[in-house]
């Protein structure tokens, strides 16, 4: 909370990988081999190492950039930000679920003021009821998910995806330490933390030059190749190791979509129509129909799993499920449970069950859609940036169709549909797989992360009250963007609709039939013909802005990867792979490094300084 709501110096929670995790697991790992040394049996089995990751991972998750942090300050800023000039008191106030947020007045207007201790004080009474409504919420939301992880697990598995980044904690923690005896990968780790603490010392000493690790943005002068947008520019050495983990083609299939989006923006401008982001050749809404049909595709290939899981929990004949997270009666009916709850947490904030059903259908493909790219694909990070469930409805059929209150329930709900880059279910798919790796007995696994759910969403909102009144989230110390990108956007978005709806746009419309289409059409491809060089996974994130930041780093792994492999075989493959991720656990260990120094010596770091940013 301290480093990236308040300071911003540093977001460790945007990227697939924590990098406070993964450096905090190196740690870990360091002292438990020194005590193997001297007491054996007290040393922690690569699978406990493992379960310390996985709570601190779901706890980190909860708290983190894209999830709590945006709801916490959307429920704040409503109130004292009201004004005569935005007229949120008389378009929102009176379509309020009042239950949900804050009660307005001097408890509330200090946390924008800073200097308060919330609890000696009694502010926190002002949070008790909503806070508690969502936790409830999110506990319904994490609780489905991780049966809807618990149900898919093992149909991943026979699919054989490769889950990419956990990768790298399970080379952590093997038991006999054979990554940190490799020259490589020292050599790698060297490089990319020394960047990183040179940049620290360029913040301390501006005398001292810096080496620009972070994007930078380059668009070119002039129509119609201005209409590609701003292309940034990153060097981050732990993207070029995160990248070498995907596989060739998925790689070369991200870097080719990526490439004709921007082409498609190139040529509609050399056409004549009007550089919007949000019109023709509508890139994004082809992104969202792409999302939800490779969803679809999903379920299509699991569906005998499916069949045979409900089999097994209705009638105990169907897949075994001894070996699985939770048995697949509890799962289905944890899953139905927690549906029904979402339903009607939906429905008592306002909106119709016909429009909950629909969001919920929405989101919930999205989710699954975004949880499986992060397994097979394994991309640093994945986004698709305000274009959810929320956007997908009202474009489809216009703002007016739905009612003030439901608009008002689909702004609250603003941090589900703010990035789509962090959701629990993505997390509990990887540190499954992680358990089941670690030769961890799965069904007390589960019980870890259930538990760390519900310590992490309380110790998350303890820690956002306790920090945000004693810093003030108006106060000159908060560096952060959670004022405009977390308070003012949802509320703005909720007024701009409210005043001048927004029709439905065909256009739209129709680029999400066309986005699912050609994802259908690519998966077929796949499917059919093995020399098919071009994974639909690619052009679901093809117009993502954190492919975006991340096409220089996938172009350099793929590059030197694909050389590897083809003049080295797997052999010089696996002779390389050390280095690469030394190259991640390096960075990663200087930035726990960096953030230590930051908070313990008072540094406020420059905003945006450290290696997070995709």
């Known amino acids: 909370i301290q480093v990236e709501y308040i300071r911003y110096s540093d977001t460790p929670t945007i990227a697939a990988l924590f990098f406070h995790c993964i ?40 708290c983190g950039h894209d999830v709590l942090q945006i709801l916490f300050t959307t429920l704040a800023w409503l109130y004292p930000r009201t004004t005569s000039e935005n007229r949120w008191g008389e378009l929102i106030h009176p379509s309020l679920p009042r239950h949900l947020l804050p009660a307005p007045g001097r408890e509330l207007d200090a946390l924008f003021v800073g200097g308060a201790d919330p609890w000696s004080t009694g502010y926190w009474r002002v949070w008790l009821a909503p806070l508690g409504f969502w936790t409830l919420f999110m506990l319904l939301l994490a609780g489905t998910f991780f049966c809807a992880a618990s149900v898919l697990r093992k149909q991943w598995d026979n699919e054989r995806l490769t889950y990419p980044l956990q990768e790298i904690p399970l080379a952590i923690v093997q038991p006999d330490g054979a990554l940190f005896r490799q020259p490589w990968f020292w050599i790698g780790a060297g490089l990319a933390g020394s960047l990183q603490l040179f940049n620290l010392l360029h913040s301390l000493w501006p005398a001292i030059p810096n080496v620009p690790l972070a994007p930078q943005y380059f668009s070119a002068p002039g129509p119609p190749w201005n209409a590609a947008g701003a292309i940034p520019i990153c060097y981050y050495p732990f993207a070029v190791g995160l990248t070498f983990l995907l596989p060739t083609d998925l790689a070369f299939s991200c870097l080719f979509f990526f490439v004709l989006t921007r082409l498609e923006l190139v040529a509609s401008a050399a056409l004549g129509f009007e550089m919007n982001a949000d019109g023709f050749p509508y890139v994004q809404q082809q992104g969202g129909g792409a999302y939800l049909a490779y969803a679809v595709l999903v379920l299509l290939a699991a569906r005998r799993h499916l069949a045979a899981a409900l089999r097994q929990a209705l009638h105990g004949d169907g897949e075994d499920d001894r070996d699985e997270p939770l048995p697949y009666r509890v799962a289905f009916l944890g899953m139905a449970l927690g549906l029904a709850g979402l339903l009607v947490f939906l429905v008592t904030m306002g909106m ?16 699954l859609c975004v949880t499986r790219l992060r397994s097979e694909v394994g991309l640093p990070a994945i986004e698709l940036y305000q274009r959810g469930a929320d956007d997908m409805m009202i474009r489809s059929l216009g703002a007016a169709t739905y009612t003030r209150r439901e608009l008002t329930g689909e ?23 992680l358990g089941k790796r670690g030769g961890v007995e799965m069904r007390r696994f589960a019980g870890a992360i259930l538990i760390a759910t519900v310590a992490g969403i309380l110790c998350a909102f303890w820690a956002m009250l306790t920090v945000g009144y004693h810093t003030g989230i108006a106060s000159a110390h908060m560096t952060g963007p959670a004022g405009w990108a977390f308070g003012d956007d949802p509320w703005n978005r909720l007024a701009s609709w409210l005043q001048s709806p927004r029709p439905g746009d065909p256009g739209a419309v129709a680029a999400y039939g066309f986005g699912a289409a050609v994802t259908g059409l690519l998966g077929l491809l796949r499917m059919r013909f093995l020399w098919w060089p071009l994974h639909p996974a690619g052009y679901v994130v093809g117009a993502s802005f954190s492919l975006m930041r991340l096409w220089l780093p996938l172009f350099v792994s793929w590059t030197i990867k694909s050389l590897l492999l083809r003049y080295g075989g797997l052999r010089m493959y ?41």
């Open 574 to 614: 696996r002779r390389a792979l050390p280095f690469f991720l030394g190259l991640v656990i390096g960075e990663f260990c200087a930035g726990l490094l960096r953030t230590l120094l930051d908070l313990g010596f008072g540094l406020y770091l420059p905003v945006d300084s450290g290696i997070g940013g995709l």
């Open 352 to 367: 119709r069950p016909v429009v909950a059903g629909a969001y919920l259908l929405l989101f919930l493909l999205l989710v």
């Open 411 to 433: 702004a609250l709900l603003f941090f589900l549909n703010r990035t789509h880059r962090q959701f629990p279910m993505m997390h509990h798919m990887d540190t499954l797989r």
């Open 23 to 62: 450096a905090g697991l190196v740690a870990l790992t360091a002292m438990n081999a020194l005590v193997r040394l001297r007491w054996p049996k007290a040393a922690l089995s690569p699978g406990e190492l493992l379960t310390v990751y996985t709570i601190v991972v779901i706890g980190s998750n909860l």
